[in-house]
């Protein structure tokens, strides 16, 4: 007798086959044997991932580069390429570009060489993007690293002999690069926090560097010259020179607050003269003070408008003294490790000689770290951690205390029970964990933050618990700990909106994705592979989701690649907006402007037959347009025609492919494409075998000859790239007491409940699966729609211990899983 059972949630991910007995504990039932290129939604699901688009290649594919992101806010976001002593700037899917200059021609050669109508200013080794080029379209959408010739030619570096004469247009734009001191190896190291415009640099190798955006194509990587920004006044002198009495003063920004360092000496010979000064710009008042017994002390404060300062015999206060010059970074091995925000100071910590130290700046003033004797509640703070192992500061996170990671253990940096502020005087450290961290950033979640353990293999959260007044945490990879066993992770990024995924770069080039809601104790784990090795990534707002982007080493013709990749929205309106391959490349010629409409027009409408192409709202036709195809589609009637003349810009001559239903004959609409046979753009995997899919059909799959694939039939949507296989495979099917462990099982049928699928298959085990039938009511030529409901399929059976369902997503389609609903027969 049969029973259906359901499995409603895949909520747990992918759980290590060292739990595959524990049927007892409910993250069994929410559990998976195998997750791979799936991930976990929160509310339980799971869907395939999305493919990635090409961007480009690194600076040097010798060379591994490091992804940094870089939020100024959610409309101005970018992706940092560091590699070897190198910078250069992503957005939006592409490199940013400086100011292109015009193409005035370009010879078939070897190599080709191009002319400017302007002077380049271009140097040898530069890196080039072309794009609009008529004729020679071979050479659109790529980049070449250029040798100059002279002031307006270079050389492109490749063979052009083949290509297309170039008849017309194109521009020649440099790909923008900076100079940056960070060599390949220390990398990995580098770390970075943000405020605004300014994102600061720390690596105890170098000295701290703030890099400042002023423009997408303008960057600025500088030093930082740790002194108060407000100067002092100058020309500080008394009305009454003499020897008995010394005065220095100090100028208060207007802005700010913030107070410069002391002036230099003025002497008086009596202590009832007046202190002059020439005004330093930007301040509005000025501190004066007194020596006394060598330490000077405030006497009084003038205003900017004030032509001095009149001693009136006035006791200097030597508890409030003129801040300090102090640059605790001021040579190698005193370079700090890492930096963060925290209550109105930048804070630092780590260097060679000091591991366990924190520096912060003086309050609001971050490039302040000054001093005074006795101290005040804004000056800079210096604390060392008292711990009985001398464990290097990694990171700092800033939540409502100061988070202190170490390579021995977590801290927490606060007021203690004297304030609310940190200052000199109220600055208490306390251990919270003896778990210490790698060399990768914590990350901050909603309600809580991720670490990664020092051995790399574990993954952590922590969180504040008001019971103990601590930050507590738990092991979040512990049901997932095959996932680490040969190989740790070695970077990471939070991609928050839409699903809250934690993206993890593994030392073998697997990506791990981990999705993390606390609230819900939902954290699960699965894997991602692609035809390559992942090696940095990066993840930044864009519109209303974060986008990943990665750093994926690939092989090309033989020969080690490196890319910069964006992997693609997740949503997907249709079949044809599926994004289901990597490194992609697509075409989409479908008209987007209901405006601009296209019809067709004729005596007689069978397939071979002439026909006039008439353009409304538009005029899209001349003598190049010869040869063209256009796809004209109302619902799903849809009719190809080839042009075979053009009559003027808004009207052509035509053949059918196909009797067009009644729908379309002589009727205006906005839904049509310009159709393509082929796909350009692919120089970056030429040699290598795609999937292709093309208006929403899967295509046979297409091997890149000089850049291109070649279709079978025309099509106005096309998108091809490196294929990827989806696996995911169920625990061991258990229905509760009596146990079904450890008894022979069949399962005949099973029901998917899906969304916005297509393409599935499933069986038993990964070698016996059946395809779903899913064509229902789509006209001929049309593709088959996206599914959401149940998905009934009869799979090949197979008597087992196990018992399981397996699914597998094996074209470039997108698959959502909901549930699966097995109908299980089991034996003694």
């Known amino acids: 007798m049969t029973t259906p059972i359901i499995l409603p949630s895949f909520a747990a991910g992918e759980l290590a086959p060292a739990l595959q007995g524990r049927v007892d504990n409910n993250k069994y039932q929410v559990g998976l044997a195998t997750c791979?290129?799936?991930?976990?939604?929160?509310?339980?699901?799971?869907?395939?991932?999305?493919?990635?688009?090409?961007?480009?290649?690194?600076?040097?594919?010798?060379?591994?580069?490091?992804?940094?992101?870089?939020?100024?806010?959610?409309?101005?976001?970018?992706?940092?390429?560091?590699?070897?002593?190198?910078?250069?700037?992503?957005?939006?899917?592409?490199?940013?570009?400086?100011?292109?200059?015009?193409?005035?021609?370009?010879?078939?050669?070897?190599?080709?060489?191009?002319?400017?109508s302007a002077p380049h200013g271009l140097s040898t080794g530069d890196a080039l993007w072309i794009d609009g080029v008529a004729g020679m379209t071979q050479v659109n959408r790529r980049r070449f690293s250029v040798t100059v010739l002279g002031g307006s030619s270079f050389s492109i570096g490749i063979d052009t002999s083949d290509y297309g004469v170039w008849s017309a247009g194109g521009s020649a734009a440099r790909l923008y690069t900076i100079d940056t001191p960070y060599v390949a190896a220390d990398l990995a190291r580098l770390k970075f926090v943000q405020s605004a415009d300014t994102m600061t640099l720390t690596h105890p190798g170098y000295a701290p560097r703030n890099l400042t955006r002023t423009g997408h194509a303008a960057w600025t990587l500088t030093a930082i010259g740790y002194a108060p920004t407000q100067q002092p006044p100058t020309g500080v002198l008394s009305d009454y020179p003499g020897s008995a009495f010394d005065y220095v003063v100090t100028a208060v920004s207007e802005e700010t607050g913030e107070e410069s360092v002391a002036s230099a000496v003025a002497s008086s010979a009596d202590q009832t003269s007046t202190v002059l000064w020439t005004n330093a710009p930007g301040a509005n008042s000025y501190n004066v003070y007194k020596g006394k017994n060598g330490v000077y002390g405030f006497i009084g404060r003038a205003g900017s408008g004030s032509p001095g300062f009149t001693d009136t015999t006035v006791a200097p206060d030597t508890s409030d003294t003129p801040p300090e010059s102090k640059n605790p970074f001021d040579a190698a091995d005193k370079y700090p490790g890492c930096s963060t925000y925290h209550e109105g100071r930048q804070w630092y910590a780590r260097t060679n000689t000091k591991p366990q130290t924190l520096y912060s700046s003086a309050s609001a003033a971050f490039n302040n770290m000054n001093t005074s004797s006795p101290s005040k509640d804004s000056d800079a703070i210096t604390r060392t951690i008292a711990s009985r192992e001398v464990n290097e500061i990694r990171f700092l996170l800033s939540l409502n205390v100061l988070l202190v990671w170490t390579s021995g253990a977590v801290w927490k940096a606060w007021a203690g029970q004297q304030g609310d502020v940190m200052t000199p005087a109220n600055c208490a450290v306390k251990p919270q964990s003896y778990e210490g961290i790698a060399e990768i950033p914590p990350i901050a979640t909603e309600s809580s933050a991720l670490y990664v353990t020092a051995s790399t293999r574990k993954v952590r959260d922590v969180a504040y618990e008001f019971t103990s007044d601590s930050f507590q945490g738990r092991n979040v990879s512990i049901f997932a700990g095959h996932l680490f066993e040969a190989h740790g992770i070695e970077e990471w990024t939070y991609a928050r909106d839409p699903h809250g995924i934690v993206w993890c770069v593994r030392a073998d080039g697997v990506l791990l994705a981990f999705t993390y809601l606390k609230e819900h104790d939902v954290y699960a784990w699965s894997r991602h592979i692609t035809d390559g090795a992942v090696e940095s990534v990066a993840a930044v707002q864009e519109g209303a989701e974060t986008i990943l982007y990665l750093a994926v080493r690939r092989t090309v013709?033989?020969?080690?690649?490196?890319?910069?990749?964006?992997?693609?929205?997740?949503?997907?309106?249709?079949?044809?907006?599926?994004?289901?391959?990597?490194?992609?490349?697509?075409?989409?010629?479908?008209?987007?402007?209901?405006?601009?409409?296209?019809?067709?027009?004729?005596?007689?409408?069978?397939?071979?037959?002439?026909?006039?192409?008439?353009?409304?709202?538009?005029?899209?036709?001349?003598?190049?347009?010869?040869?063209?195809?256009?796809?004209?589609?109302?619902?799903?009637?849809?009719?190809?025609?080839?042009?075979?003349?053009?009559?003027?810009?808004?009207?052509?001559?035509?053949?059918?492919?196909?009797?067009?239903?009644?729908?379309?004959?002589?009727?205006?609409?906005?839904?049509?494409?310009?159709?393509?046979?082929?796909?350009?753009?692919?120089?970056?995997?030429?040699?290598r075998a795609l999937a292709v899919l093309a208006d929403g059909s899967v295509q046979p799959t297409a091997t890149v000859r000089n850049g291109s694939i070649v279709l079978p039939r025309a099509s106005g949507a096309i998108l091809a790239g490196l294929p990827y296989v989806c696996d995911l495979e169920t625990l061991n099917l258990e229905a509760g007491q009596p146990t079904l462990q450890g008894r022979q099982k069949v399962v005949n049928e099973v029901v998917l409940r899906v969304k916005d699928t297509r393409g599935l298959s499933a069986g038993p085990t990964a070698s016996r699966l059946v395809d779903i039938k899913e064509r229902t009511s789509e006209q001929p030529g049309f593709a088959t729609a996206l599914t959401t409901g149940d998905q009934r399929v009869l799979i090949d059976p197979d008597w087992s211990a196990a018992g399981r369902v397996f699914v597998r997503q094996s074209n470039p389609l997108p698959a959502t899983l909901l549930a699966i609903i097995p109908r299980l027969e089991a034996g003694a």
């Not at 480009?56 to 010798?62: F, I, K």
């Not at 490199?95 to 021609?105: D, F, I, T």
């Open 557 to 687: 013709g033989g020969q080690t690649r490196r890319y910069i990749e964006r992997m693609s929205s997740r949503y997907f309106p249709d079949v044809q907006a599926a994004w289901c391959v990597d490194s992609g490349v697509r075409y989409d010629g479908w008209n987007d402007e209901s405006s601009r409409r296209l019809a067709i027009s004729g005596s007689r409408y069978e397939a071979g037959d002439t026909v006039t192409l008439y353009a409304v709202g538009h005029a899209p036709f001349g003598a190049g347009s010869v040869g063209s195809k256009y796809i004209l589609r109302r619902g799903q009637n849809q009719v190809t025609v080839s042009i075979v003349s053009s009559s003027g810009p808004g009207e052509a001559t035509a053949t059918l492919d196909i009797a067009p239903h009644v729908s379309l004959q002589n009727v205006e609409t906005p839904d049509w494409a310009l159709a393509s046979l082929a796909l350009d753009g692919l120089w970056h995997l030429e040699g």
């Open 36 to 116: 791979l290129n799936w991930f976990i939604h929160p509310f339980g699901g799971a869907s395939t991932r999305a493919g990635t688009s090409f961007v480009g290649e690194v600076l040097d594919s010798a060379t591994r580069s490091r992804l940094i992101p870089f939020s100024f806010n959610t409309q101005q976001t970018y992706v940092l390429e560091f590699g070897d002593r190198k910078m250069r700037v992503v957005k939006e899917g592409g490199y940013v570009l400086e100011a292109a200059v015009a193409v005035s021609g370009i010879t078939r050669a070897s190599p080709g060489v191009v002319t400017t």
